[in-house]
């Protein structure tokens, strides 16, 4: 099971984080595979819809996307309705809990219908939706869940009552003592209950049980028992019932008794016995190491059978033929055997023999380790299951029998918690619970606290979550600590196990040895060819770095050496099916490749392939088909990056440079500036300073990047300004600065702007008028009134592209236009609008000051009587603070919750809010001096609202000195702003209309004696 909504949200490979996604998730999970319109979403999530839903909802998906991780990293999917959850719905525990509830209704045979319940009732973990306990659509969803879980424990309870002897009944009393003491009025319950009373030899106590439920209905209800209830009750004055008959006892068979838990696999098991309740052929499959013989052993533990279940172990055979003489060996004859022995009745052949043999009698065999004797192992099965009508297989092989019949059951690895996790909850998750459990024995009172969590979440990572890796690491602490063990974990393939452990079972290197030794020739290339990449490759990827076709890949995932996985993304997934190494299998596979000599070939192979796919797609990444490529060169992360690692290692400066160029573009626009500068400074340190001929443009953006000094050299900005090339922009738009300050940057910008003016790609015009409106904003004469010229004709170049980067940068100028000329409302919905395309390429991140946007965002929202939303911007907001570390940033949100409190009417609160503020960067070198003049005027501004005038004015001052610091017109148009409420407030009206003319002067606006009322 994937989700599990059963309880407490539980989902595959991560935690959610955010009350609100995990509430979108669990209404998606209600209805797997169906969409879910995004008015019913909408109406759902918020109990007060926000001002613009769509939007939000949008955002919310967004951030669901990003949480999830393999193997639903694209499971939740956008249709022109609304949204749905792409998943089967098996892989949801109450679609799940349904079906097996529907299967046990329908079974006429008690036992198997009691197998089908109990795999149902064992998916429930708490009360259901429990994460959305308190929203409507929750309560009547959770209601009907706990309705259908009390018919399921009813019908199951009768199920087993039809087989219950007079000790089983007894157990069945006191089970159903609890239940009717918990719901008291449950009629069905109290039948049950005479009902066992009456199997146990206790007919007068079913009797007694009776007339109390009668009274409390009369009582409580005023109404008469219905007929269950009278049906129980003429039971029970019938003579008592007969003894069942003595079924015959059922053959103990040879399956061990597990001498370890089986920690993670409650829900495998109880899969696996719903399937073999109903399906004649299980096979187990999945990668060495996954734990699929001991996930049979626990299910064939829980199960019985009149000729007993039998473990059929095959490691041992050498030849399919020896498959059918395993089994005769394992299972005794009949006795006594109703033709004389089977070895002396004639038959066509040893496996007609044994299929005869078998034909009378119920059991189940289980087939362990069929991978390397598969062919044997699919004909015996399929000729034994023809044969004997009462026989069920459950097999396990790292690939399928391919037999009619078969129902496969993926033995995945251990669910892993994501990055940053406390102790408590990453022991949620089946590889940490594992690993401490198993670490616990070799090392007595070891525990996974909060000091030690993030090394056995990094171990249990790169050990893939493999149940039988991370039980040899874990054996390691009597030797190290779980820091060593972290450090020591890329040497994975030499870790040991028990001496009674099996020779496969010694090392993780002969687990993948024993895989290795049953491939063919063809496969061995290709597997060893495929540990290059990072990641996972495409078929097309596959083929031409590998030169292994979709048939040698498809025979390597159904030996469970290849894993196949989905990226995210919209429609069209069999065309972006992705094949990938578990790390532990690749690491094997990287050893084979170097003992062969291959490995400089195929990683030259490999980077051609990609510095080919990253130089096609660059050109895209400005056009409305963005978002795709966004989301192919995401899913291609790894395979990017190891082959610029590549490049780099192996001296490869024109490949390298290239790349780097071709990744600049997608790094920006998924504000990722940091890895980019990483990148950078890696390809200057390993390949030097002169610019390989024609790769001047790529090499001066390296050199601009990777450059610890606040300016750029003349010579690297006349590059970037003659290169004529679309991401030449790029310098300008990060705010590359030539030494002379923000008036020479105007200057240089403006240059830059008329070349690419008329330049022959539209983006790049485009690009052109948004760094004229920018540069006019900040720096020219005109002011805001011009710049919001320049911006608009930029927008309309945007959109005619459908390039969301741009729009959304455009749209956060125009904002600041807006908000320029005291128009909140148009500021917050053009911003708003930027967010939700910011949400789309990448998050508040995509744009070039993320924290800003949230708490703009925070600000308008509260400027327009939204507080509500406001606070829950800055919450968002002050969660990018505290990751980044950054105090302007934390200060930054200070600031604008004072602003908030004060218009809350908490003056006392803000007044706080803002010196704390001003104390996070006080001694702070290079602090914006804006912003410390719009912290001073906004403690002033509370400051006058207490009544403290003289302490208002001296943050005037403050306010003032800052902003002529600054050298920022629209600053200072908003310290003048305050300076005449200050003076206004005072009864000066005079000097106040004159300085509030002065500001809207300064803000390129038409004079008014207006006393500004934006505050």
Same mark, same amino acid.
């Given at each position: 099971?994937?989700?599990?909504?059963?309880?407490?949200?539980?989902?595959?490979?991560?935690?959610?984080?955010?009350?609100?996604?995990?509430?979108?998730?669990?209404?998606?999970?209600?209805?797997?595979?169906?969409?879910?319109?995004?008015?019913r979403l909408a109406d759902d999530l918020w109990e007060e819809p926000p001002a613009n839903p769509a939007a939000a909802l949008h955002s919310l998906v967004s951030r669901l996307r990003r949480e999830l991780r393999e193997p639903?990293?694209?499971?939740?999917?956008?249709?022109?309705?609304?949204?749905?959850?792409?998943?089967?719905?098996?892989?949801?525990?109450?679609?799940?809990?349904?079906?097996?509830?529907?299967?046990?209704?329908?079974?006429?045979?008690?036992?198997?219908?009691?197998?089908?319940?109990?795999?149902?009732?064992?998916?429930?973990?708490?009360?259901?939706?429990?994460?959305?306990?308190?929203?409507?659509?929750?309560?009547?969803?959770?209601?009907?869940?706990?309705?259908?879980?009390?018919?399921?424990?009813?019908?199951?309870?009768?199920?087993?009552?039809?087989?219950?002897?007079?000790?089983?009944?007894?157990?069945?009393?006191?089970?159903?003592?609890?239940?009717?003491?918990?719901?008291?009025?449950?009629?069905?319950?109290?039948?049950?209950?005479?009902?066992?009373?009456?199997?146990?030899?206790?007919?007068?106590?079913?009797?007694?049980?009776?007339?109390?439920?009668?009274?409390?209905?009369?009582?409580?209800?005023?109404?008469?028992?219905?007929?269950?209830?009278?049906?129980?009750?003429?039971?029970?004055?019938?003579?008592?019932?007969?003894?069942?008959?003595?079924?015959?006892?059922?053959?103990?068979?040879?399956?061990?008794?597990?001498?370890?838990?089986?920690?993670?696999?409650?829900?495998?098991?109880?899969?696996?016995?719903?399937?073999?309740?109903?399906?004649?052929?299980?096979?187990?499959?999945?990668?060495?190491?996954?734990?699929?013989?001991?996930?049979?052993?626990?299910?064939?533990?829980?199960?019985?059978?009149?000729?007993?279940?039998?473990?059929?172990?095959?490691?041992?055979?050498?030849?399919?033929?020896?498959?059918?003489?395993?089994?005769?060996?394992?299972?005794?004859?009949?006795?006594?055997?109703?033709?004389?022995?089977?070895?002396?009745?004639?038959?066509?052949?040893?496996?007609?023999?044994?299929?005869?043999?078998?034909?009378?009698?119920?059991?189940?065999?289980?087939?362990?380790?069929?991978?390397?004797?598969?062919?044997?192992?699919?004909?015996?099965?399929?000729?034994?299951?023809?044969?004997?009508?009462?026989?069920?297989?459950?097999?396990?092989?790292?690939?399928?029998?391919?037999?009619?019949?078969?129902?496969?059951?993926?033995?995945?690895?251990?669910?892993?918690?994501?990055?940053?996790?406390?102790?408590?909850?990453?022991?949620?998750?089946?590889?940490?619970?594992?690993?401490?459990?198993?670490?616990?024995?070799?090392?007595?009172?070891?525990?996974?606290?909060?000091?030690?969590?993030?090394?056995?979440?990094?171990?249990?990572?790169?050990?893939?979550?493999?149940?039988?890796?991370?039980?040899?690491?874990?054996?390691?602490l009597r030797s190290f600590t779980v820091r060593q063990l972290a450090e020591a974990v890329g040497e994975r393939l030499t870790l040991r196990g028990a001496r009674t452990a099996g020779p496969r079972h010694r090392t993780l290197?002969?687990?993948?040895?024993?895989?290795?030794?049953l491939l063919s020739p063809g496969e061995r290339v290709a597997l060893r060819r495929l540990s290059v990449f990072a990641g996972g490759a495409t078929a097309e990827a596959a083929l031409r770095v590998c030169g292994a076709d979709?048939?040698?890949?498809?025979?390597?995932?159904?030996?469970?050496?290849?894993?196949?996985?989905?990226?995210?993304?919209?429609?069209?997934?069999?065309?972006?099916?992705?094949?990938?190494?578990?790390?532990?299998?690749?690491?094997?596979?990287?050893?084979?490749?170097?003992?062969?000599?291959?490995?400089?070939?195929?990683?030259?192979?490999?980077?051609?392939?990609?510095?080919?796919?990253?130089?096609?797609?660059?050109?895209?990444?400005?056009?409305?088909?963005?978002?795709?490529?966004?989301?192919?060169?995401?899913?291609?992360?790894?395979?990017?990056?190891?082959?610029?690692?590549?490049?780099?290692?192996?001296?490869?400066?024109?490949?390298?440079?290239?790349?780097?160029?071709?990744?600049?573009?997608?790094?920006?626009?998924?504000?990722?500036?940091?890895?980019?500068?990483?990148?950078?400074?890696?390809?200057?340190?390993?390949?030097?300073?002169?610019?390989?001929?024609?790769?001047?443009?790529?090499?001066?953006?390296?050199?601009?990047?990777?450059?610890?000094?606040?300016?750029?050299?003349?010579?690297?900005?006349?590059?970037?300004?003659?290169?004529?090339?679309?991401?030449?922009?790029?310098?300008?738009?990060?705010?590359?600065?030539?030494?002379?300050?923000?008036?020479?940057?105007?200057?240089?910008?403006?240059?830059?702007?008329?070349?690419?003016?008329?330049?022959?790609?539209?983006?790049?015009?485009?690009?052109?008028?948004?760094?004229?409106?920018?540069?006019?904003?900040?720096?020219?004469?005109?002011?805001?009134?011009?710049?919001?010229?320049?911006?608009?004709?930029?927008?309309?170049?945007?959109?005619?592209?459908?390039?969301?980067?741009?729009?959304?940068?455009?749209?956060?100028?125009?904002?600041?236009? $807006?908000?320029? %000329? *005291?128009?909140?409302? @148009? /500021?917050?919905? #053009?911003?708003? !609008? &930027?967010? =939700?395309?910011? +949400?789309?390429?990448?998050?508040?991140?995509?744009?070039?000051?993320?924290?800003?946007?949230?708490?703009?965002?925070?600000?308008?929202?509260?400027?327009?009587?939204?507080?509500?939303?406001?606070?829950?911007?800055?919450?968002?907001?002050?969660?990018?603070?505290?990751?980044?570390?950054?105090?302007?940033?934390?200060?930054?949100?200070?600031?604008?919750?004072?602003?908030? $409190?004060?218009? %809350? *009417?908490?003056?006392? @609160? /803000?007044?706080? #809010?803002?010196? !704390? &503020?001003? =104390?996070?960067? +006080?001694?702070?070198?290079?602090?914006?001096?804006?912003?410390?003049?719009?912290?001073?005027?906004?403690?002033?501004?509370?400051?006058?609202?207490?009544?403290?005038?003289?302490?208002?004015?001296?943050?005037?001052?403050?306010?003032?000195?800052?902003?002529?610091?600054?050298?920022?017109?629209?600053?200072?148009?908003?310290?003048?702003?305050?300076?005449?409420?200050?003076? $206004?407030?005072?009864?000066?009206?005079?000097?106040? /209309?004159?300085?509030?003319?002065?500001?809207?002067?300064?803000?390129?606006?038409?004079?008014?004696?207006?006393?500004?009322?934006?505050?």
């Amino acid at each position: 099971m994937r989700i599990g909504i059963l309880g407490p949200l539980r989902v595959t490979g991560t935690q959610i984080r955010g009350a609100r996604l995990r509430v979108l998730l669990i209404r998606l999970a209600l209805e797997p595979g169906r969409v879910v319109t995004a008015e019913r979403l909408a109406d759902d999530l918020w109990e007060e819809p926000p001002a613009n839903p769509a939007a939000a909802l949008h955002s919310l998906v967004s951030r669901l996307r990003r949480e999830l991780r393999e193997p639903l990293s694209g499971a939740v999917v956008s249709q022109p309705a609304g949204y749905l959850l792409d998943v089967p719905p098996q892989e949801v525990d109450a679609a799940e809990f349904e079906h097996l509830l529907r299967a046990g209704r329908a079974e006429r045979d008690p036992l198997r219908a009691a197998a089908f319940l109990r795999s149902a009732l064992s998916l429930w973990r708490g009360a259901a939706l429990a994460d959305a306990a308190d929203l409507p659509f929750a309560r009547a969803a959770a209601a009907r869940l706990e309705e259908l879980r009390l018919s399921a424990l009813e019908a199951r309870v009768t199920a087993d009552l039809a087989v219950a002897d007079a000790a089983a009944a007894g157990v069945l009393v006191a089970e159903l003592e609890e239940l009717v003491a918990a719901h008291p009025l449950r009629e069905p319950f109290h039948a049950l209950l005479m009902r066992a009373l009456r199997v146990a030899g206790r007919r007068g106590d079913a009797l007694e049980r009776f007339e109390r439920v009668r009274r409390r209905l009369a009582d409580e209800l005023g109404v008469d028992p219905g007929p269950e209830l009278r049906a129980a009750h003429l039971e029970a004055l019938r003579d008592p019932p007969a003894a069942p008959a003595s079924p015959q006892r059922a053959v103990r068979g040879n399956v061990p008794a597990p001498v370890t838990s089986l920690v993670g696999r409650r829900e495998d098991v109880a899969r696996v016995r719903g399937l073999l309740s109903a399906a004649r052929l299980v096979t187990l499959t999945g990668p060495g190491g996954a734990g699929k013989t001991r996930l049979a052993v626990e299910v064939a533990g829980g199960l019985t059978a009149a000729s007993g279940v039998w473990l059929v172990e095959l490691a041992s055979a050498g030849d399919p033929a020896d498959v059918a003489a395993a089994v005769r060996a394992t299972i005794p004859p009949a006795t006594p055997e109703p033709d004389g022995d089977v070895a002396t009745r004639p038959a066509a052949s040893p496996l007609d023999a044994l299929a005869e043999a078998l034909a009378g009698r119920e059991l189940v065999l289980v087939l362990d380790n069929c991978e390397h004797v598969v062919d044997g192992a699919a004909a015996v099965a399929e000729r034994l299951l023809a044969g004997a009508p009462g026989l069920r297989i459950l097999a396990t092989s790292r690939e399928p029998l391919d037999v009619p019949g078969e129902h496969l059951h993926p033995v995945r690895p251990l669910a892993l918690p994501g990055d940053g996790v406390d102790a408590a909850r990453a022991l949620e998750f089946p590889a940490v619970a594992l690993f401490a459990e198993r670490a616990s024995a070799a090392r007595p009172g070891f525990a996974v606290d909060d000091s030690v969590v993030a090394d056995v979440v990094a171990v249990c990572r790169e050990l893939d979550g493999l149940p039988l890796a991370i039980e040899l690491a874990a054996a390691r602490l009597r030797s190290f600590t779980v820091r060593q063990l972290a450090e020591a974990v890329g040497e994975r393939l030499t870790l040991r196990g028990a001496r009674t452990a099996g020779p496969r079972h010694r090392t993780l290197r002969a687990v993948i040895d024993w895989s290795w030794g049953l491939l063919s020739p063809g496969e061995r290339v290709a597997l060893r060819r495929l540990s290059v990449f990072a990641g996972g490759a495409t078929a097309e990827a596959a083929l031409r770095v590998c030169g292994a076709d979709l048939e040698t890949v498809a025979c390597l995932v159904d030996k469970s050496l290849v894993v196949v996985a989905e990226p995210d993304g919209p429609a069209d997934r069999a065309a972006r099916v992705r094949y990938r190494l578990l790390e532990t299998v690749r690491a094997y596979a990287a050893e084979r490749l170097e003992e062969v000599g291959e490995a400089r070939a195929v990683r030259d192979r490999h980077l051609g392939f990609f510095l080919e796919t990253a130089e096609e797609s660059e050109p895209g990444l400005r056009t409305a088909d963005q978002l795709r490529l966004l989301a192919m060169l995401d899913a291609e992360r790894g395979n990017l990056d190891a082959a610029l690692g590549h490049a780099v290692r192996t001296g490869q400066e024109r490949r390298a440079l290239r790349l780097f160029t071709a990744r600049l573009w997608a790094w920006t626009v998924r504000g990722r500036g940091d890895e980019a500068a990483g990148w950078a400074r890696a390809i200057r340190a390993a390949l030097g300073d002169a610019a390989p001929p024609g790769l001047e443009l790529s090499h001066t953006l390296c050199a601009l990047l990777a450059s610890e000094g606040p300016y750029a050299s003349p010579e690297a900005l006349r590059v970037v300004e003659e290169s004529g090339h679309p991401v030449a922009l790029w310098a300008w738009i990060v705010g590359v600065r030539p030494s002379g300050g923000g008036v020479e940057h105007w200057r240089r910008a403006l240059a830059a702007m008329r070349a690419f003016g008329d330049h022959e790609d539209p983006w790049a015009r485009a690009t052109a008028l948004l760094m004229g409106g920018i540069g006019e904003f900040e720096y020219g004469r005109a002011g805001a009134r011009a710049a919001e010229t320049w911006l608009r004709k930029a927008l309309a170049g945007y959109r005619a592209l459908g390039e969301r980067w741009g729009l959304s940068l455009t749209l956060y100028w125009l904002s600041l236009a $807006a908000e320029n %000329r *005291g128009d909140a409302a @148009e /500021a917050l919905t #053009l911003l708003e !609008e &930027a967010a =939700e395309l910011a +949400g789309l390429i990448g998050g508040a991140e995509a744009v070039p000051v993320p924290l800003m946007l949230r708490v703009r965002l925070a600000q308008l929202r509260a400027r327009t009587g939204d507080l509500a939303g406001a606070e829950r911007e800055l919450a968002r907001a002050g969660e990018v603070a505290v990751r980044t570390g950054d105090r302007v940033a934390a200060a930054r949100v200070r600031q604008a919750a004072g602003e908030v $409190a004060r218009r %809350r *009417g908490e003056l006392g @609160e /803000a007044e706080g #809010l803002l010196v !704390e &503020a001003l =104390e996070l960067v +006080g001694g702070q070198a290079g602090v914006p001096a804006q912003f410390l003049a719009t912290v001073h005027v906004e403690l002033a501004r509370v400051r006058a609202e207490r009544g403290d005038r003289e302490a208002a004015w001296r943050s005037l001052r403050s306010a003032l000195e800052s902003s002529g610091r600054a050298g920022d017109e629209t600053v200072r148009a908003m310290v003048l702003e305050a300076v005449a409420e200050w003076c $206004a407030g005072g009864g000066d009206l005079s000097r106040a /209309a004159l300085l509030a003319g002065a500001a809207r002067s300064l803000r390129g606006l038409e004079l008014t004696s207006r006393v500004p009322t934006s505050r």
